[in-house]
């Protein structure tokens, strides 16, 4: 190995804990199966993304890829398949981390409702309304990119009908926290309207309001 990898391979290897502790949450939290999500960061002119196939709860630093953040540029080998997307989000919306999952319960809410206006104090603390995307196909296009960069430009997280959720943040935690939060308040909003609860006045109830 050559100085130049051995300098490329110590940059990846610090960023490694922070994807780490992202990838784990988010399983821990059933915001990804074994294989499933994909997660960035922006480094200059390139972007640390996760390799495809990788399981984000074992990363190690052979899952990190540094590629160009400009889609004009070859893509570095083994990139995740959601490159396109990360790369368009990167370019449309002023953020330093990108975080995807499978959140079920946000998946589950994303069929019944365009926006999930949540009902309880932490959902409607962070995230109000979480707006939901329709694309097709809802994987791996620059026009899914551009879908969700202009639902995110007003909400640094969005469902993706019947995919997922992404979520931007300062860092891979916040972007993680981000998919957490709204997967709970999702599956809050799902239990609730299933039994019966008129979940529109809750999320209107003075409840979420916050005393000055
Ligand atoms: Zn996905």
Redesign the pocket.
């Known amino acids: 190995m050559n100085h130049a990898n051995d300098e490329n391979h110590n940059q990846l290897e610090d960023f490694l804990p922070a994807f780490q502790v992202a990838g784990e949450t988010l399983k821990a939290c059933d915001c990804n199966n074994s294989h499933?999500?994909?997660l960035s960061v922006r480094d200059g002119k390139n972007l640390i993304i996760t390799r495809t196939g990788s399981m984000l709860a074992r990363l190690g630093a052979a899952d990190l890829i540094s590629t160009p953040l400009s889609s004009d540029l070859p893509p570095t080998p083994r990139t995740s398949s959601?490159l396109p997307v990360h790369q368009v989000l990167y370019e449309k919306l002023d953020c330093a981390a990108i975080a995807?999952?499978?959140a079920i319960w946000a998946v589950l809410a994303g069929f019944v409702w365009d926006k999930l206006e949540l009902i309880d104090v932490e959902g409607n603390y962070y995230h109000g309304a979480v707006p939901v995307v329709t694309c097709k196909p809802a994987?791996s296009s620059p026009a899914l990119g551009e879908a969700l960069a202009n639902a995110m430009s007003d909400s640094p997280v969005a469902v993706?009908r019947a995919?997922?959720v992404f979520a931007t943040g300062d860092t891979l935690e916040q972007a993680m926290q981000r998919i957490c939060s709204v997967n709970d308040s999702a599956r809050l909003l799902v239990e609730a309207h299933r039994l019966g609860l008129d979940v529109v006045t809750l999320h209107r109830s003075d409840y979420l309001r916050f005393s000055q």
Do not use: D, F, K, Q
């Open positions: 499933s999500g994909n959601e995807h999952g499978h994987t993706l995919h997922g």
